[in-house]
């Protein structure tokens, strides 16, 4: 939260396109190619990831979820991680 986060966007059959209503943002996920876009999310929560493309028959059943927390909540998360020293050894 408060901290601008930049989504690397690709696909990797046909077009779609990466739309989250709340952040009044979308952009097109082209295969062969990364799109990106930047948001500074200003309130925490959980918003839902949409498919803004008719990309196929499986379109309506494209959905995810992105997570907007606070700093501390997210270095919490990021230390319980495992590094790839880790699961090498
Ligand atoms: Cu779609």
Redesign the pocket.
Known sequence: MDKPVRFLLRSVDVL?DFYVPEFRAKMDMIPGSVTYFWVTPTKTGTYEIL?A???GVG?SY?RGTVTVVTDEEYQDWLTSQSTFASLSS
Do not use: A, R
Request: with cysteine; net charge negative.
């Open positions: 779609h498919c493309e008719l990309c379109h494209m």
